[in-house]
């Protein structure tokens, strides 16, 4: 398609998000959801941001907040450490709901519902379309449950084959009401409600998680104790229940490369700068065994949510994979 072409259906799209935004904080102002913003300014720096987001959590705890801020960090002309400078001209466009290339869509007046035309002409029209002015067009859907079924099944074509220049972020308070084939095809972040207490939370890097993936195929017992105490290592101890649980989240997207490496998708591998141990990995992981640790690691989650000990979870995590 010519840019002509793209430039008069962009322009038809553009709308104002309801209410606007006088201002936007990046991903590092997140300070409520440090972790979920450590792993997104880790994903924009490597240029890996999945396309199709699930952010899932309760109302009012800053979800669309967060959707704002990486739309900022992946278009950002001044983007350092994958984050967005939050003062240029394109991030307080974003913010105030005022770019073309960003685009939210929620319910009209007082509906009930997301109607498929709104998506048609919002999302599923627009999506194939490059760019106007940005790296990248991003859909953010506020909430996503108030979608209807054929609204849904619609939606799906495109969260199965998403453009390369598209990111769709779905936003829900009540994620398992969606298809479970829509929530398949996303990546979820669980939002939490935010503790007035917490000022800043340690970044968390993907090492360990690594080493902990790792340590998985090896016939040594003292060698996964070894790695599954790493995991289950935070300086100041006071959050290890979070960073455990974020780095088991880092374990899953590791899977999901490894999964990739397996089936020779390697353009929808995540953490390339590992792509040796992803490749090995992939020699021990049958489709079996991939299907085995999910349900591993989905257990460990559910442990975490209901206070059980992190450093017992995660060691009876590790000998399970």
């Not at 929530?183 to 979820?188: G, L, N, T, V, Y």
Request: charge should be positive; include cysteine.
């Amino acid at each position: 398609m010519d840019q002509s072409t793209t430039t008069t259906r962009v322009a038809s799209v553009r709308f104002r998000i309801r209410g606007g935004y006088d201002g936007g904080m990046p991903l590092a102002a997140q300070t409520g959801h440090a972790r979920i913003a450590a792993l997104l300014r880790q994903a924009v720096e490597r240029k890996s941001v999945p396309q199709s987001l699930l952010f899932a959590g309760p109302d009012g705890v800053g979800k669309r907040a967060m959707a704002i801020a990486l739309a900022q960090a992946v278009n950002c002309p001044n983007q350092k450490a994958g984050d967005a400078c939050g003062e240029c001209h394109t991030c307080v466009r974003i913010a105030r709901g005022d770019h073309y290339d960003v685009v939210t869509v929620e319910r009209e007046d007082d509906a009930a519902t997301i109607k498929i035309e709104q998506l048609r002409d919002r999302v599923l029209d627009a999506v194939g379309y490059r760019p106007f002015e940005a790296n990248k067009r991003v859909f953010i859907i506020d909430p996503a449950d108030a979608i209807t079924d054929q609204g849904q099944d619609a939606l799906l074509k495109t969260l199965e084959e998403p453009p390369p220049a598209a990111i769709l972020i779905l936003i829900s308070a009540y994620p398992d009401s969606l298809a479970r084939t829509i929530q398949s095809r996303c990546r979820r972040l669980r939002f939490e409600r935010v503790d007035s207490g917490i000022v800043e939370e340690p970044a968390i890097d993907f090492e360990p998680a690594l080493a902990f993936l790792m340590a998985a195929v090896e016939r040594s017992v003292p060698k996964k104790l070894k790695a599954s105490a790493t995991l289950a290592t935070v300086k100041g101890d006071r959050r290890v229940r979070e960073a455990v649980s974020a780095r088991l989240e880092i374990v899953a997207a590791l899977l999901r490369d490894v999964s990739a490496v397996a089936a020779d998708e390697l353009g929808a591998v995540q953490h390339r700068d590992a792509a040796g141990e992803l490749r090995q990995l992939a020699k021990s992981f049958d489709q079996h065994r991939i299907a085995k640790a999910w349900s591993a690691l989905q257990r460990a989650q559910q442990a975490l949510e209901r206070n059980g000990g992190p450093k017992i979870i995660a060691d009876w995590t590790v000998m399970s994979l």
